[in-house]
């Protein structure tokens, strides 16, 4: 019989009713599985607790919570814009500059909105300007409003909820600036402004340090700040999974702490004085961070714990952290809706839990090390969930990581920097000559490929299986008295779980909103193969050189990579480019580095365009052309060929068309074929061939393609049109979208409704329903 007395003892007053309070914001926002699941756990808590008043209170907490949550949002509304010039007073250690195009936060004055502004520079000097300025400034200028977009791609980046988590009301494009003029501010009338100038100071002397790993380091971990350059590296780490060393951690505060009690207490300030110091200094920290959330979480959990110390109050570990995750919960409501928020209060809670049965007799290096490991296993379902993939080496290289970084890398870019500032001597290239082998033995990790895992996105109810399954094992291995086969068998159970892609039974078909670009993605159940048919990419024109960006990302970094990662795709069976235009093979290279592709395939007068060579670097191997009849038969589908006849020239009516049919559904790909490409196919190809069920519109549903001959013969039930939002071509053409309403054609479009995609079950009768986005 199982015995269920640590039920009844119950730690931590404070903690039940601010994790009440917590759900009831939460509903606020939104019902889900964990919410419900949440409130469910809360409940069997507290009723073995046996606390009649606590569970009272903490229901009520519920209620009271979703009261707030309320009234925040009822005050926090949006207010339109209606002036055609306004004044903005810049957030100044927000601006960034990539090339021409210049982005910044701010305050518009007359509505007193923080907004989020964007802006082209016109000339060189002005960029220069902008680069170097250190004074409080602020912006007379003319505007366009602009969207704040909501997720355009399936489990794609939200820009409403981010801007919603920063305050942010409003997207403004600059059109024209009319006047720049400084600001005077101080320390006592504008106290964060003040320190805001200050770190925008310090991120400016970050950049004239030499070396790129130590100017990379001292911004991240002195100011929170991630450069246009500093992409390459968050990747590397997050890529092992090690991301939350760095600024979801807070870990870092701590050692600035300590310097500041050793420097403060040497000169002779006495310990009650140097407490009341510590606040500011908590303050100071914050706003040098640029309010990045671990950060937040460390001072505030530090400013708890030493009330509590001086008040005598006896609050738990659990206590403090809850109360901690209250107070910042009345600062940002939002703050558990984001990722940085979960990933730092999940973690924190974990080291909290662990290190509270950890034995006090242990040796440091085992309690660290076990820290770590249960920390790597216990965020993995988090880290499945936002980053689809993970790295078998997480387990271990932050016990060997963080050690080096906290009590070496740190303290040496820190004292660097000050060195720097006060005497102007860069010795950055010494400390490279240390750092340089701790990023290269993190970029050989990274490239060990039977170490990386891409799981994709997990099903919000799996998520709840597998975390629960994760804390009964972590629970029964610090109880004790159960079987070691028997936890085992949950470890295997749990990573068993995470190839659930391997036992999903649907598969899907999207067309992928990538823009004025073509993109499409076909997953077979139970992950047996995969399509991609077109990469997506933009025509660059020609720039000067001040309005290049220094790194550039692509496209493809932004949608599809994680779109495809989501969906657990680590090797592409066939990779299909229907023909040379940018807009459709331009990021084959950044695919072709992401993910193994097996085979390439394209037309004979594709492989040939010179346009198309330069993408074709390290795909010699896996190359292969095709022409009508070429097909790939599986046990879910067939992809079939039925147009070029014969070498083209890797234009528009040479594109690749494809026809895939899973069970009696079918769905025919068209690329970029236009008038002549449509005559040629109906000349050649029998109409039981060409008809289908869905039509992936030719050439961005242009007027060149979808003629009212071939829409007769082909006779869909849908449409599906990638297009740009409000892209220069006018696509779709009315004529087309005409056509399609002449023959009763239901119209799917990237541009209004974002990404379109249907799911299918690989047995028995095949059904679907076409969803989008938006």
């Not at 003892?9 to 009713?17: C, E, N, V």
């Not at 990581?401 to 920097?417: Q, R, S």
Request: glycine share 8%.
């Amino acid at each position: 019989m199982m015995n269920y007395s640590w039920l009844t003892k119950l730690k931590g007053f404070y903690f039940f009713p601010i994790i009440g309070f917590e759900i009831g914001v939460l509903l606020c926002f939104g019902v889900n599985y964990y919410l419900v699941f949440g409130v469910l756990l809360l409940f069997i808590r507290l009723v073995f607790g046996k606390k009649k008043f606590l569970t009272y209170l903490s229901f009520s907490a519920i209620f009271i919570g979703f009261v707030f949550c309320i009234l925040f949002t009822y005050f926090d509304k949006k207010i339109e814009m209606h002036a055609e010039i306004i004044n903005v007073d810049v957030q100044m250690d927000s601006i960034k500059i990539s090339g021409d195009y210049l982005s910044f936060i701010g305050k518009e004055l007359s509505t007193r909105q923080k907004v989020k502004c964007s802006y082209y520079l016109k000339t060189e000097e002005e960029k220069q300007y902008f680069e170097k300025c250190q004074n409080q400034i602020v912006l007379r200028c003319k505007f366009e409003a602009q969207t704040i977009e909501e997720t355009r791609n399936l489990h794609g980046f939200n820009q409403q909820r981010f801007f919603a988590s920063h305050g942010i009301k409003n997207k403004l494009k600059i059109i024209h600036i009319d006047a720049i003029s400084d600001r005077e501010i101080n320390m006592l009338t504008h106290p964060v402004k003040s320190l805001q100038l200050l770190r925008r100071k310090g991120i400016l002397c970050c950049e004239k340090i030499k070396a790129p790993l130590t100017r990379y380091y001292t911004n991240i971990f002195l100011f929170g700040y991630k450069s246009e350059e500093a992409g390459l590296e968050i990747k590397q780490w997050a890529h092992l999974g090690l991301i939350h060393i760095f600024s979801l951690s807070g870990m870092h505060l701590y050692f600035f702490l300590k310097v500041f009690r050793y420097c403060v207490l040497r000169v002779g300030i006495t310990h009650e004085t140097e407490k009341i110091l510590e606040y500011f200094c908590l303050l100071f920290f914050v706003v040098m961070s640029g309010f990045a959330i671990g950060i937040v979480r460390a001072s505030l959990l530090t400013g708890v714990k030493q009330v509590n110390r001086k008040k005598n109050l006896r609050l738990s570990q659990s206590d403090c952290w809850s109360l901690t995750l209250g107070l910042h919960t009345l600062i940002n409501p939002r703050v558990l809706l984001t990722v940085g928020g979960q990933f730092s209060y999940y973690l924190s809670f974990i080291i909290v839990m662990v290190c509270f049965n950890q034995s006090r007799h242990e040796k440091r290096w085992r309690k660290n090390f076990q820290l770590n490991v249960i920390l790597s296993f216990l965020s993995l379902p988090l880290i499945w969930y936002y980053f689809y993939e993970w790295h078998l080496l997480s387990m271990v290289g932050s016990f060997i990581l963080l050690p080096i970084f906290l009590t070496g890398v740190l303290p040496a870019v820190t004292a660097h920097f000050f060195i720097f500032v006060t005497t102007g001597l860069d010795v950055s290239l010494i400390l490279e000559f240390f750092l340089q082998p701790i990023q290269t033995l993190g970029l050989i990790a990274t490239k060990i490929p039977f170490l990386h895992f891409v799981v994709g996105k997990p099903p919000d109810l799996l998520m709840l299986v597998m975390i629960s399954l994760q804390w009964w094992i972590l629970y029964r291995i610090i109880v004790g008295g159960t079987q070691k086969s028997l936890v085992l068998f949950a470890v295997i159970v749990f990573f068993s779980l995470s190839g659930f892609k391997y036992y999903n039974p649907l598969g899907i078909v999207t067309s992928v909103d990538v823009g004025q670009a073509d993109a499409m993605l076909i997953v077979e159940p139970f992950h047996h193969r995969v399509y991609v048919i077109d990469v997506g990419g933009r025509r660059e024109f020609e720039k000067d050189d001040w309005r290049q960006p220094k790194i550039k990302f692509e496209d493809a970094d932004k949608a599809l990579i994680p779109l495809l990662k989501s969906q657990g795709v680590s090797k592409i069976d066939n990779l299909f480019i229907t023909h040379a235009h940018e807009d459709h093979c331009g990021n084959l290279q950044q695919i072709g580095q992401a993910f193994t592709i097996k085979e390439l395939v394209t037309t004979e007068g594709t492989l040939c365009a010179q346009s198309f060579k330069a993408y074709l670097k390290g795909f010699e191997h896996c190359q292969k052309t095709w022409r009508k009849g070429a097909q790939i038969k599986s046990c879910f589908g067939t992809m079939q060929c039925l147009y070029p006849m014969k070498k083209g020239d890797g234009g528009n009516d040479d594109s690749l068309v494809l026809k895939y049919s899973f069970g009696s559904q079918s769905l025919l790909l068209m690329g970029d074929l236009e008038v002549t490409g449509e005559q040629n196919l109906l000349q050649h190809t029998s109409p039981e061939v060409l008809k289908c069920d869905i039509l992936k519109s030719g050439h961005h549903g242009s007027k060149t393609s979808s003629t009212a001959d071939f829409i007769e013969v082909v006779s869909p039930d849908y449409a599906w049109i990638s297009c740009g939002l409000q892209n220069r071509y006018g696509h779709p053409s009315l004529e087309t979208i005409n056509t399609y309403l002449d023959y009763q054609i239901q119209t799917y479009r990237t541009d209004s409704q974002g990404m379109i995609y249907l799911k299918w079950l690989g047995f028995g009768e095949i059904k679907f329903k076409i969803q989008t986005i938006k």
